[in-house]
């Protein structure tokens, strides 16, 4: 019935705690209306996702006011920082370290952030918006890592500067490369972050990741919030 009204179509499950890339949601393809989008609405998890799914075809015009009559950018509106990264690098705590919430679920695991999240942060008296994203795969073809990759670029191009997170304990892999070669052709602001990098000095141990050609490695540990306050000073200033 719902293929047949032609309007656009959100699949939800519901009562998905615990089911992140959970094979048992795979069967809800069949019913041929995308994606199912996990949630619990018992626990409030997907919940914020869902919404801005659904909201995301929407104009509601905040843009159109905030630049002015001439389309030029309003200079008093907050900053947006996209935080970007391969998986599992610490993308979401970094996230709610820079709000100052614990809006992004964070594990030890990867694939468990999916939809480009927003929260709110102030510095002084300097208001930005933070945006966080999934895994990015610039390179993916199908399936859900293909709908991440497309959530990130779309945070990409909202941001007035991203922030690149690269995992300093793990090391550079091929994917930071793809990633930064992205980053590279598209000529916005960028900071390159080595999180999880506890202990260690912007020399020797962070050397390689030069290679990526996006200038200086910032060391940070999100989850223990050393030199946060740094890098997003730095943000602020791009």
Known sequence: FLRTERKRVLLAANKAEGMVDSPLLAEFHELGIGDPIAISSAHGQGIRSLIEAALADFDFGDDAESE??????????????????R??????TLFNRLTKSRDAIVADFAGLTRDRHYGQGKLGGREYIVIDTGGFEPTAESGIVKEMARQTRQAVAEADVVIFVVDARAGLSAQDHDIANYLRRLGKPCLLVANKAEGMRAGAQLAEFYELGLGEVIPVSAAHGQGVRSMLEAALDA
């Not at 001439?70 to 990264?85: H, K, N, Y």
């Not at 998986?87 to 979401?92: A, D, E, I, Q, T």
């Open 68 to 85: 002015g009559s001439g389309g030029e950018p309003d200079p008093d509106a907050p900053i947006r920082l996209a935080v970007a990264g």
């Open 87 to 92: 998986p599992n690098v610490g993308k979401s």
